[in-house]
């Protein structure tokens, strides 16, 4: 079974690498399944679901993880979904430096106006188009693992 909550120090690495990007007001979520696995993600943004769903997403990876992330920008109300990117998060330099290398995906800015979101469906055309039905059907896009 996966321990729950998650280690304070993890945590601050993890607000540490959303704040870089621009996402502030990190949540801890979690779900245990019937077979008492416990599964943890982090999110901020509006993540209430729906048509508005507009949040990074930060899971582990794999599950149970204390060291290595996977994270994704949802943004549905436009339909762009950013893809799942892995990395490493052991120190607050390397979450500095995954901040630095992720950020022409998952910055808040990339996503907070029009002319901006043009720019990012441009820059990263297999993002665009995403609704929930596509996410149901399709998955989202992957990227190398780290």
């Known amino acids: 079974m996966t321990r729950f909550p998650r280690p304070a120090r ?3 690495r993890l607000e540490h690498f959303a704040s870089l990007l621009g996402w502030h ?3 801890s979520r979690n779900h245990l399944f019937d077979d008492w696995t416990r599964v943890v993600w982090y999110e ?3 993540a209430t679901g729906g048509r508005q769903y507009f949040a990074l997403q930060i899971n582990e990876h ?3 993880s204390t060291d290595c992330f996977a994270a994704a920008v949802h943004c549905l109300k436009y339909r762009i979904c950013s893809g799942v990117h892995s990395f490493p998060c052991r120190t607050l330099r390397e979450a500095q430096s995954e901040a630095k290398r992720l950020h022409t995906w998952l910055y808040h800015a990339w996503f907070a ?3 901006a979101r043009r720019d990012y469906r441009i820059a990263h055309p297999e993002c665009a188009e995403y609704s929930w039905r ?3 059907e399709q998955g989202k896009p992957h990227y190398p693992t780290i």
């Open 10 to 12: 993890v945590v601050a």
């Open 25 to 27: 007001d990190l949540r």
């Open 44 to 46: 901020s943004g509006h």
């Open 62 to 64: 794999p599950i149970g």
């Open 113 to 115: 106006t029009p002319a």
């Open 134 to 136: 596509k996410l149901r």
